[in-house]
């Protein structure tokens, strides 16, 4: 069964992988079927995540000693009510959905990212601590740029050097490492997937 998942596997990677370098009538079906049916496992994926979720919330609320049972139950209840809401009214402008999403969801989603403003201030003062050349160097460039982000030093001047230090931080180190990073992001997913697609890593086996 193993190798039978296997070969599926390989299949369908070499498939998708013509498909991308070639124009070809077959492979060009193949690949819209491969890519639809993606989609469907993605949507069935999604419902057995969401079956998960209030399965181990239902649990921990039948444990009633447990911490943090009452968590649990408010995220069992919110769940719930907006699935049924979605039900029974549907999408739409005018529906109570839109409502939740606008008035709910849109001001916790704005809470926690305000949140993780202070996490991300606190995060960088641990880390950009002077405790050897390489986080000295950080916290110079961190400097920098939040000096050069000021407005007052922004405006159009010939003593502009704050604003100058800035843009080339961002420009040239900056952008250099990002984009080192992002070269190696992109090989190591090349390996990764050429290994799924020679068979050295078999996850789906497992």
Same mark, same amino acid.
């Given at each position: 069964?193993? !190798?039978?998942?296997?070969?599926?596997?390989?299949?369908?990677?070499?498939?998708?992988?013509?498909?991308?370098?070639?124009?070809?009538?077959?492979?060009?079906?193949?690949? =819209?079927?491969?890519?639809? !049916?993606?989609?469907?496992?993605?949507?069935?994926?999604?419902?057995?995540?969401?079956?998960?979720?209030?399965?181990?919330?239902?649990?921990?609320?039948?444990?009633?000693?447990?911490?943090?049972?009452?968590?649990?139950?408010?995220?069992?209840?919110?769940?719930?009510? =907006?699935?049924?809401?979605?039900? !029974?009214?549907?999408?739409?402008?005018?529906?109570?959905?839109? !409502?939740?999403?606008?008035?709910?969801?849109?001001?916790?989603?704005?809470?926690?990212?305000?949140?993780?403003?202070?996490?991300?201030?606190?995060?960088?003062?641990?880390?950009?601590?002077?405790?050897?050349?390489?986080?000295?160097?950080?916290?110079?460039?961190?400097?920098?740029?939040?000096? %050069?982000?000021?407005?007052?030093?922004?405006?159009?001047?010939?003593?502009?050097?704050?604003?100058?230090?800035?843009?080339? =931080?961002?420009?040239?180190?900056?952008?250099?490492?990002?984009?080192?990073?992002?070269?190696?992001?992109?090989?190591?997913?090349?390996?990764? %997937?050429?290994?799924?697609?020679?068979?050295?890593?078999?996850?789906?086996?497992?």
């Amino acid at each position: 069964m193993r !190798w039978l998942l296997t070969a599926v596997a390989i299949g369908v990677g070499f498939v998708m992988l013509a498909d991308f370098f070639y124009r070809h009538p077959l492979l060009d079906i193949l690949g =819209v079927a491969f890519r639809e !049916w993606a989609i469907i496992l993605t949507a069935f994926a999604l419902l057995v995540g969401l079956y998960n979720l209030l399965h181990v919330h239902f649990l921990r609320v039948l444990r009633r000693h447990e911490p943090n049972a009452g968590y649990s139950l408010l995220v069992l209840a919110t769940a719930l009510t =907006v699935i049924a809401i979605g039900f !029974w009214f549907g999408l739409g402008s005018e529906s109570p959905m839109t !409502w939740i999403f606008n008035y709910a969801y849109r001001p916790l989603q704005g809470a926690f990212f305000a949140l993780a403003a202070f996490f991300l201030a606190s995060a960088a003062y641990r880390a950009l601590r002077a405790r050897s050349i390489e986080t000295f160097l950080m916290l110079i460039a961190a400097l920098v740029v939040f000096v %050069g982000q000021i407005p007052l030093t922004n405006t159009e001047s010939a003593f502009n050097i704050a604003a100058q230090a800035k843009d080339w =931080v961002l420009s040239v180190p900056a952008e250099a490492g990002v984009r080192g990073i992002l070269i190696g992001v992109a090989l190591g997913t090349v390996a990764t %997937g050429l290994r799924l697609i020679v068979g050295l890593d078999r996850p789906y086996s497992e």
